[in-house]
């Protein structure tokens, strides 16, 4: 068993709850136990991309001083990696390291948390630098393999039509970016791991309107359309991601990119983590699907292939 | 500093070696509902006119998704530019939304993410 410091963030506790029970509980049937930081606070949620406001940029920064803290406390030996499931907390706690790059920058933050300490407590230390920020699927792919993902294989989604979309934050920037921003392929290596039929989608690196779900909802219905439409024609049954705000908006926005085209089918959208919860013969409690929290239903699609 | 200057100091990106070849205005995904098109912007900010951008929605509409940087053949971070943008008027003006005009039914069903980030983009 692999013992790797695990950040939650706020998604996959209240929204994305089917996220995390999938998630940790297939990690740990691949041998990699997940153990959440005895300390944490918000991510950041966004990269913030001002030169001249340290303020924004601390939150990630802190998180990264608690991974540094589990080791001092022996909680961890000598493991600066640490996972997360969010891409847009994988983001922000990546993006830390990038923006500390910058002599004058590292001195400002050392200097905040040294004051803090001095005034309101706060973190011990500052940031000594080198924890690396690993999205979840980094840990399929380079520390489990998909070999062994295929060997683990209990029930086979033989015959599913699934199509993978990854949205931006993991992608893009480049350097911040799992894979290739232009055509990523791990989540279609899992997919095809758990015996899968992968369905393209020429959308699936295409923002999902992110935050304009707020108060422009109209640009993400445009957006939903857009990025489902492909692989709904192309037959895919199922769309599967990795991102809870991708989620929401391709989910739960269907409602409203279905009124304005109505050639728009409704079609269930799963995190890669429950159909490998699925794949791997875990317990139904562990596929997340029960939890109230899809738009669409993906249980009458799972029953259909005999999955549930 | 002219606003030309605090948008280049800002986003720390160099505008002057855009070459106006479009590439991020065809790689954005919310193209449609903006004004102006990345690359107008870009070239305003070259020219100094500011004020013309600001007349304009599309700092707003931009959506952070780094497909117009990922693609630039001159590497110019186009998002950072927007984010100063977005930061100039955040400074000098009110915000751009509050919590009160969010629908309580949205609120419901909206992740914490999606109100988090936006605030962070439309609130100083």
Known sequence: MIRLPYYPGCAVQTTARNYSISGVAIAEKLGIELVELPKWNCCGVFPFLANDDIMRHLAPIRNLIHVQEMNEKGIVQNENRVVTFCSMCYHTLKEANL???????????????????????????????????????????????????????????????????????????????????????????????????????????????????????????????????????SGAEVIVTCCPLCTFNLDFRQKDAGKLHRDLQEIPVMYYTQLMAIALGLDKQFYGVDLGLHYVDPKPLLEAKNLY | MNLAEKVRSISGEDVLSCYQCGLCSGSCPVRFAMDLSPTQVVRLVQVGNIEKIFESNTFWICSTCFSCYARCPRKINITKIMEALRQIRLRRDQDKIALSDIPKEELKILPPIALVSNFRKTTA
Not at chain 1, 114 to 142: I, Q
Not at chain 1, 152 to 162: Q, T
Not at chain 1, 180 to 197: C, F, K, R, S, V
């Open chain 1, 99 to 233: 923006f500390l790059k910058d002599p004058e920058k590292k001195e400002k933050t050392d200097i905040f948390f040294e004051r803090e300490k001095e005034f309101v407590g706060g973190v011990k230390e500052g940031y000594k630098g080198g924890v690396e920020a690993l999205d979840f699927l980094e840990v399929l792919k380079d520390i489990v393999g998909y070999d062994k993902i295929a060997e683990e294989v209990k029930k086979p989604l033989k015959g599913l039509k699934v199509a993978p979309y990854y949205g931006c934050l993991v992608l893009r920037p480049r350097e911040i970016g799992i894979d290739d921003p232009e055509n990523p392929t791990i989540l279609e290596n899992i997919l095809e791991a758990l015996g899968a039929e992968v369905i393209d989608n020429p959308n699936r690196i295409q923002c999902c309107g992110s935050y304009h779900t707020v108060d422009r909802r109209d640009i993400v219905a445009e957006l939903t359309y857009d990025n489902l439409i492909y692989p709904v024609r």
